[in-house]
């Protein structure tokens, strides 16, 4: 009877926590999937016009050009707003109270402050630089405490004072918090692993491909990844090339085949619809489809995507790939790759590709 009883209670202390599991993996999914389509189309608008360029059809400075990158590469740089909206909805906080944080995060003045790594000062406690446009976590944490200091003031607020009273506590608790806390550390973690990167090449170029191959996707989810560009753009200036992108193209053609296997084991429509989508957007070079709305839900595709990722990175690493310019990898800017390292670049990202794909179908009645 003990046996019985102490089964029962530990298959209950495992379904309890399956569901507690199926409800964060289904907050995040809802969180991206009112802004999928949007999301495949502005990436799928900024892949058409890097392809123009690159073929001469289209230049920078023409008008065209201007608008249409504006609409593409605008949607990335003011996710926060959207992000703000469908949490809103999501923990049912007031929608406008919740685009007041994006607002701040994203007013002119803060962007020129911190992200150019200049700090400010708040009630003599310390603001560090941080990136917040394109980024995820810190808007979604941010609304996240909203909905905690919504309610009570929602309770015990008198009517006659809660239309100014309630957005101004809301915004006198949640701002500092989000500014101080969840703002930084996205940059705390992507500082950390840019570090331990460049320990392990100048020991050993290939582990650090693999490692950095493999973490480089959950890093563009927490937004940590903002942290390595101005590293890359910093190597290009004054050594005429970067080591770091190169092992990248891996993880991206990694998101790709995890993504069109799923599109073929997903029964819903919708879904696979989805799946197709976010594995195109990869094709051309873009994987925030991919990751916020298909992989980041699908935890063993992601983990298959990683190590793709990191098969990738080593190949690239052992070869001692380069870039000469600053473009995130794909095969519509490898232009920029072209040297030292080139071929294991491409085989990198051929290679990336089947594994993730392979590994995803495998675990296909997990998925299913």
């Known amino acids: ?59 920078t400075q023409s008008g065209l050009y201007a608008v249409f990158y504006a609409a593409s590469d605008g949607f990335f740089y003011f996710l926060p707003f959207f992000l ?9 906080t007031d929608p406008f109270i919740s685009l007041l944080i994006p607002v701040a995060m994203l007013y002119p003045d803060i962007v020129a402050v911190l992200e150019n790594n200049q700090g400010l000062s708040f009630l003599g ?75 392990l090449y100048y020991w050993n170029p290939t582990v650090a491909g693999v490692f950095m191959g493999f973490f ?19 190597a290009i200036a004054a050594n005429g090339f970067d080591t770091i992108l190169p092992l990248l193209g891996g993880a991206v053609y990694g998101q790709c085949g995890a993504s069109l296997a799923l599109a073929l084991i997903a029964k819903d429509k919708k879904q696979k619809s989805i799946c197709f989508q976010a594995a195109f957007s990869c094709a051309l070079g873009v994987t925030e489809p991919a990751l916020f709305g298909v992989t980041v839900s699908k935890p063993r595709a992601m983990l298959s995507a990683c190590i793709a990722g990191a098969v990738g990175g080593g190949i690239a690493g052992f070869a001692g790939a380069q870039c000469s310019s600053f473009a995130f990898p794909s095969f519509v800017t490898c232009v920029a790759y ?31």
């Open 1 to 59: 009877m003990k046996k019985s009883t102490s089964t029962a209670s530990a298959n209950s202390a495992e379904a309890t926590k399956e569901s507690g599991y199926k409800k964060v993996i289904s907050q995040i999914t809802g969180l991206f999937l009112p802004i999928i389509g949007c999301l495949t189309a502005a990436s799928i608008l900024k892949s058409i016009l890097i392809l123009l360029v690159n073929f001469g059809v289209l230049s």
């Open 84 to 92: 703000a909206l469908t949490a809103s909805k999501q923990w049912n």
């Open 125 to 199: 406690l310390p603001i560090q630089p941080a990136i917040y446009h394109s980024s995820v976590i810190p808007v979604i944490l941010a609304v996240g405490l909203l909905y905690f200091v919504e309610k009570p003031c929602e309770k015990f607020l008198p009517e006659s004072l809660k239309g100014f009273l309630k957005p101004l506590i809301c915004a006198l608790i949640v701002l500092p918090v989000t500014f101080l806390l969840f703002g930084p550390m996205g940059g705390w973690i992507g500082d950390l692993l840019t570090k331990i990167f460049y320990v």
């Open 216 to 234: 480089i996707q959950p890093m563009v989810f927490l937004g940590a990844h903002w942290s390595i560009v101005p590293v890359c753009i910093n």
């Open 338 to 368: 072209v040297g030292p390292g080139f071929a294991a670049f491409l085989l990198s990202m051929v290679i990336a590709f089947p594994i993730a794909f392979l590994l995803t179908m495998a675990q296909k009645k997990q998925l299913s």
